[in-house]
C-alpha cells in the first residue's frame, strides 16, 4: 500500500502562483512515476504533469511553460510549481503514483483561481 498526502491548494487570483505537495509513504518502490491530474466539474480527469523517478518529465500542453514538476526522492514528495494561473486551471488537483504493478491516486486538492 502507499498513501498519498497532498497540500497546497487554495484560492489565488488569476496570474498568480501556487505549489502543490505530495508526500508518498508506506511501501514505495525505487522505479516509480509521480505526476498531478486534475479535474474540473463536469470534465474528466486529466494530466498536467508527470515526472519519473529518472527525473523525466512530462506536461499538458496547456500547462507547458506555467508549470513546472519536480520531485526529492529522500522525501518521496512530488511538488507542482504552478505559475501565471489562470482561471481554467481551477480544478481538484489529484497526485497520482504509479509503478509497473500498482497505481495510488491522493484524496485531492482544491485549487480555484479567480479572474
Known amino acids: 500500500q502507499v498513501h498519498l498526502v497532498e497540500s497546497g491548494g487554495g484560492l489565488v487570483q488569476a496570474g498568480g502562483s501556487l505549489r502543490l505537495s505530495c508526500a508518498a509513504s508506506g511501501r514505495i518502490y525505487s522505479i516509480n512515476t509521480m505526476g498531478w491530474y486534475r479535474q474540473a466539474p463536469g470534465k474528466q480527469r486529466e494530466l498536467v504533469a508527470t515526472i519519473t523517478s529518472g527525473g523525466n518529465t512530462d506536461y499538458a500542453d496547456s500547462v507547458k511553460g506555467r508549470f513546472a514538476i519536480s520531485r526529492d526522492g529522500a522525501k518521496n514528495t512530488v511538488y507542482l510549481q504552478m505559475n501565471s494561473l489562470k482561471p481554467e486551471d481551477s480544478a481538484v488537483f489529484y497526485c497520482?503514483?504509479?509503478?509497473?504493478?500498482?497505481?495510488?491516486w491522493g484524496q485531492g486538492t482544491q485549487v480555484t483561481v479567480s479572474s
Open positions: 497520482d503514483y504509479r509503478t509497473a504493478f500498482a497505481h495510488y
